[in-house]
Structures are given as C-alpha cells and as structure tokens.
C-alpha cells in the first residue's frame, strides 16, 4: 500500500482529498502545519507528498525546496492561487506537478496514480541492464540514473531525469511541448505546456555551461524541443 502526505491546513479540503484517496486504496496521513509536515515528510516514507501553498508557520514553497534538497519523491502542489506565477515558482523548485483548487477529487487521485506509476517504473528497473548514454561530455547511466556533465554528477529530479532521457534517447527529434507533457507526466496535456518550460529550463540550468545558450537541448520555437547532437 502506497503511502501518502498530506501537507493541507483547510481540515474539510484534507479530509476529502484522503477520503477519496483511501477509497482508491491508498494510505493516507494529514497535517495542517507547515512546520510539522515538513518534519514528517523529511522523517517519514512517504510514496508521494500534496502539498499545499499557503500554510502557517512554513509555506509551500519552503517546504518543497526543503524536500527537493534532501529527498526524492513525487511533489503535487495545490493551491487557491490562479497567478502562474506560482505554478512557475513551485515547479522551480521541484514540485512535480500542479493543481489550482478547486479540482475534482477524481483528477487528483489520476494524478496521484500516474505520478506513482511513472516514478515506481524508473525507481525498479534497477534489475534491468542498459547502455550509458554519452553524448559530448553528458553521460546517464540508466541503471543507477545517475546524470554526469564532464565527469561531475548533476543531480536531477525524477521528471528532469525523465525529460533528459527521453530527449537524449531519440537524437535530433524534435518534440512538441504537449507531446513531452503527456509522456513524462502520463496526463492529457490540456494546455499545460508550461510544467514542461520550467522543467526544460531547470534542466538546462543544471547540465549546459550557458543556459542561455543551450548545447544539448534546442529551442525549437513555435513547436518543442530536441536533444542536439
């Protein structure tokens, strides 16, 4: 049974999230404190964490860049906010994917499955040997999904991970933005272009030189992406 954070001060939106969630056969914790549930989410074994914006004591925001540093696990962020100022700030600092309230209980508990899906295919194919990546300088090691630029390691998220890998694997492809979005995040895109333009530029600011002037991960403006070789 997987199990899952719920980092939300409103009790009657907490209590409807887990309720929906438990029914799906999750098992499912609560705290309305920013300040405690980052000490449960940095002490526990949580599968995934939601969290929400707008807590007392510590925000969000601190909270996930808090997580980020130190742990490895799937972030939903919620908020009341609609400003994508927000969504691009959380995104930035990891969270790996983002919901405005109110939202239908059905989508976040699709949301949840995916993330968990997706995260557990690329935590357990340890087992499963592959070919390293080497491409001018950048390696990945799909075994151990380590990220190397010139031989130091770059730490990645797990969907900036996903991203790398999926664009190194198929060179000089190009990739729409809706089209990245449904294959890293498992959802229909419905506009959502923009997590995977923060994602690619959080990615960019951790394995190119110039950021600004990327060498492995091409603009293709108007349309996507591509891995550049």
């Not at 209590?15 to 000490?39: N, P, T």
């Not at 809706?178 to 990615?203: K, P």
Request: aromatic share 6%.
């Amino acid at each position: 049974m997987k199990n899952i954070l719920i980092i939300e001060d409103e009790k009657a939106i907490a209590e409807l999230e887990r309720d929906y969630l438990e029914s799906h056969g999750f098992a499912v914790h609560l705290e309305g404190r920013g300040d405690v549930g980052l000490q449960k989410a940095l002490e526990g074994s949580y599968d995934l964490i939601i969290l929400d914006v707008m807590l007392p004591r510590v925000d969000g925001f601190e909270i996930c860049r808090e997580i980020r540093q130190k742990l490895n696990v799937p972030i939903l962020m919620v908020t009341a906010k609609k400003e994508d100022i927000d969504k691009i700030r959380g995104l930035g600092l990891g969270a790996d994917d983002y919901m405005t309230k109110p939202f239908s209980p059905s989508e976040l508990v699709a949301r949840v499955k995916a993330h968990l899906a997706r995260f557990e295919r690329l935590t357990m194919n340890h087992s499963e040997r592959s070919d390293d990546i080497r491409i001018r300088g950048l390696s990945i090691d799909k075994l151990s999904r380590r990220v190397m630029i010139h031989d130091k390691e770059s730490l990645l998220t797990s969907k900036e991970y996903e991203l790398l890998l999926l664009l190194a694997s198929h060179p000089n492809r190009v990739f729409e933005k809706e089209e990245l979005f449904e294959r890293i995040w498992g959802l229909d895109s419905n506009g959502d272009a923009a997590t995977v333009t923060v994602h690619i530029r959080r990615l960019r600011e951790k394995i190119e030189h110039d950021p600004s002037k990327p060498q492995y991960i091409e603009t293709i403006w108007g349309v996507g992406y591509r891995f550049k070789v």
